[in-house]
């Protein structure tokens, strides 16, 4: 009996310690994006070489920042393009994008497309899986590409900034708190 009044403090504190050393896997880093942007980036992960933004980005205009993790399976951009769009015309943005997001892909589950306030600014965000199949007159057979995004916009300074985190759907589980944590570390100057 005096032996269980002794093994619970010890156990107790044995599993305080070991809490307090582990750090979360996706801890955040305040990084500045341009003179007027700054976003928590995961500690882990590492700007796009030009290579691989040449991959992924086949547009004429590229993204202003993109990160990736170190298996290059999750990434995190930033874009921007001119506009005549005002803030106050979100709730139009937000229709408008919609279509643009439901065209770029064979299936769209959304999950969230609300206009929400992060740090003082409105941002349109969506949250959706999606799937992209083959080509059916694929040389070879592929399997559907199936994604998990977190897109957000917003209008500042007459321009569109795009923030956009996407990875597998197998692993939206993992990181969805993450890029929750990331979208709603933005902060617009």
Known sequence: MIMNKNIKPLIFLSLLLLCSFQRPLNDLIKTKITENIEVGIPKAFQPMTEELMDQRY?????PIAAYTNDRQTVDFTVSTSNTRWRPSDLPILKDF??????????EVSFSREEVEEINGK?????EFSSIVR??????????PIRKYTRIQYTVHNGKTLVFN??????QQQQW???AAEMMQSIQIK
């Open 58 to 62: 086949l547009t004429a205009r590229k």
């Open 97 to 106: 994008y919609k279509a643009s997001l439901l065209e770029l892909y064979d």
């Open 122 to 126: 409105n941002f349109v965000v969506f």
């Open 134 to 143: 083959p080509e059916e007159n694929a040389l070879a057979p592929q399997q």
């Open 165 to 170: 985190f996407s990875s597998p759907q197998a």
């Open 176 to 178: 969805e708190g993450t």
